[in-house]
């Protein structure tokens, strides 16, 4: 196992469009984490599932922000009608319940 | 308040010293503690995690933790100009998520 893979690595994107990102875990990994991540600050935590239930929603997520995990495998992060402010490095990372999270290599969003 | 709490620095050291990051936080429930590394344009990438008191030694990096004082830190020693990136401070309760500090930039000198 390779660790996290996140895909594509960088997306540009008009405003209004709507885009999504992928992920997948280290494979005995039962929790999976989404945060975004702006130049100089560090990473706010999105949502979180474990196994295919989604157990954390941010309150600052906006609606247009949706994330599924089917089957408790990979996940997707679909951001609807974006925005200049959603421009920032989505991050996924994976975990067991109790252990540390490794992150995958981030998705580049820009919007223009 | 946040959550987590780091200096943002730059924390700038000389190469072959100590360089002493800082973090506290505010959620007594949080149960374990997590030290990042993250290079410019980079995803963070774990150092080291602790989660009982005292110390903890990992090659040229120690992290200690003191939960009364709801505090933590990283000591890097023999710093190295390779050392020089944003270090992440996060914490989790049980069942909960990871939340992080917003990172000191760290810069040692030659």
């Known amino acids: 196992d390779t660790g996290v893979s996140q895909d594509p690595r960088h997306k540009i994107t008009k405003r209004g469009q709507n885009v999504t990102f992928r992920c997948d875990p280290i494979?005995?990994?039962?929790?999976l984490y989404w945060y975004r991540q702006t130049l100089g600050q560090g990473p706010e935590f999105l949502t979180y599932?474990?196994?295919?239930?989604?157990?954390?929603k941010s309150r600052l997520l906006s609606d247009r922000f949706s994330a599924e995990r089917p089957k408790g495998s990979f996940s997707t992060l679909e951001i609807q009608r974006t925005e200049q402010g959603d421009s920032a490095m989505y991050l996924c990372?994976?975990?067991?319940?109790?252990?540390?999270?490794?992150f995958g290599q981030g998705t580049r969003l820009t919007v223009v | 308040q946040k959550e987590v709490e780091q200096n943002s620095g730059p924390l700038s050291v000389p190469e072959g010293a100590i360089a002493s990051l800082n973090c506290t936080y505010s959620d007594r429930g949080s149960q374990s503690f997590f030290w990042y590394r993250q290079y410019s344009g980079k995803s963070p990438e774990l150092i080291m995690f602790i989660y009982s008191n005292g110390d903890k030694e990992d090659g040229r990096f120690t992290a200690q933790l003191n939960k009364a004082s709801q505090y933590v830190s990283l000591l890097i020693r023999d710093s190295q100009p390779s050392d020089s990136a944003t270090y992440l401070c996060?914490?989790?309760?049980?069942?909960?998520?990871?939340?992080f500090g917003g990172g000191t930039r760290v810069l040692v000198k030659p």
């Open positions: 494979s005995e990994h039962n929790r």
């Open positions: 599932f474990q196994n295919e239930a989604q157990l954390e």
């Open positions: 996060a914490s989790k309760a049980a069942g909960n998520k990871l939340t």
């Open positions: 990372a994976s975990s067991l319940d109790k252990g540390e999270a490794f």
